[in-house]
């Protein structure tokens, strides 16, 4: 039994290495919502709201997060005793949607629920793995040199696929060139939702280039269309803004949206639901992976505690804390060797947070108690 007796949340300001492009817009700079928990027996618990300052993703973003946190998550949870994560599913029960601002609060009583138990976050969980297989995401260059060298560098660290962002105008040139330069590497492409069923033509060409998949072609509410496009081609379409629930991933798998799902945890509302998509994956032969949302140390340990366990059967998008930031608010560094990131072992999370880089990072702090 743990007793929530107080909430701070985090308001902290980032920059990322590398913009990162997609086929809406640039990321540089990215704003987090860390969560502190804190239970009455003096336990502390960590999660991350991964929300975009802009909702270009999905419709969630800080400022949204930031009300259904302090306004009705932290009240309904504040001063609660909680024995399983999962009945935090009762306390939400109210709340439609806004996952990214669910899964942020869940994300932190699953680390004090690991740590009570003195048990890793990958154990309690179910996850087998030791290590897990990294893959990386590139985003869209400037330049084919550009390009090639950030390919060249990943292939170097050894991850074990390569996620290439798409966007009309700049998919058969960027891919048939990719393919021509390295033609047996494990690629996929990521378009973020840019393309329409007029644009089929064009898909049917990709479809020629050996992609391990191909990522939302379509709208990001969309499961009809993705149906109708599944079964004009080969590449396997896997879905990610189009899932934001296990209902959701039931929906696409029975109407034959998807052959994949991109599994993120703040996407669809936390590591509870996270786990109902994994055994309905497993249970309907649906290949599945962990996806990213360029966050800090703090999701990427949620992230790769998920990725440690056999449902999910392909490299995600989890790489090295160096390809994000010069400094992270966790330590110490995921680090990215051979392709492989070894699945923490200690209690809960299985990573520290360095409090010196939180609060340098920090623009502002909310604090509740019970
Ligand atoms: O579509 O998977 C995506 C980043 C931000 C928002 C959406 C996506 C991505 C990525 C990079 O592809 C994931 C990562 O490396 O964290
Ligand atoms: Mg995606």
């Known amino acids: ?23 809406f817009g640039t990321v540089q700079d990215r704003s987090f919502i860390i969560i502190e928990a804190n239970t009455k027996d003096g336990m502390t618990g960590w999660g991350e709201c991964v929300a975009f300052d802009q909702p270009w993703y999905t419709e969630e973003t800080i400022q949204t997060c930031s009300h259904i946190l302090k306004d009705i998550l932290i009240p309904a949870i ?3 005793h909680i024995n399983h994560p999962d009945e935090l599913v ?33 154990n309690v969980l179910g ?18 040199e550009e390009l090639f060298a950030a390919i060249d560098n990943s292939l170097a660290q050894g991850y074990k696929r390569i996620k290439l962002k798409i966007k009309p105008g700049l998919d058969i040139s960027l891919i048939s060139k990719v393919r021509r330069r390295y033609p047996r ?39 009809y269309e993705h149906a109708l496009l599944q079964k004009e081609l080969k590449t396997k379409i896997c879905l990610d803004e189009s899932i934001q629930s296990a209902h959701d991933a039931l929906q696409a798998i029975r109407l034959g949206s998807c052959r994949v799902i991109n599994l993120k945890i703040g996407r669809v509302g936390g590591l509870s639901e996270s786990l ?20 800090t140390g703090i999701s990427r340990a949620h992230t790769i505690a998920l990725a440690s366990m056999n449902a999910v059967n392909l490299p995600g998008d989890i790489s090295s804390t160096q390809n994000y930031w010069n400094r992270d608010i966790t330590a110490p560094e995921v680090v990215v060797l051979n392709g492989c990131i070894d699945t923490p072992d200690k209690p809960g999370i299985g990573f520290e947070i360095n409090r010196d880089a939180l609060e340098a990072f920090t623009v502002r702090k909310e604090h509740f108690h019970a």
Not at 100 to 121: F, H, N, R, T, V
Not at 127 to 144: F, V
Not at 276 to 295: N, Q, R, T
């Open 127 to 144: 996850g087998k793995r030791k290590q897990i297989e990294a893959g990386i995401s590139i985003g869209l260059k400037k330049n084919d």
């Open 90 to 122: 009762s306390f939400f029960a109210p709340v439609r949607r806004n996952p990214m601002a669910k899964s942020a609060i869940e994300g932190a009583i699953w680390d004090l629920y690991a740590k009570k138990k003195g048990l890793s976050l990958a």
């Open 1 to 23: 039994m743990m007793k929530i007796t107080g909430i701070t949340l985090h308001y902290v300001q980032m920059k990322l290495k590398n913009a990162f492009t997609n086929s």
């Open 276 to 295: 109902k998509i994994l055994k309905l994956c497993e249970e309907e032969g649906i290949d599945v992976w962990c996806g990213g949302m360029l966050e």
């Open 78 to 80: 504040i001063g609660q």
């Open 185 to 223: 590497i494990p690629v996929m492409a990521d378009a973020n939702s840019a393309y329409t069923l007029a644009d089929m033509d064009t898909l049917r060409e990709l479809d020629q280039y050996g992609l391990m998949m191909i990522e939302q072609p379509l709208a990001y509410n969309d499961l």
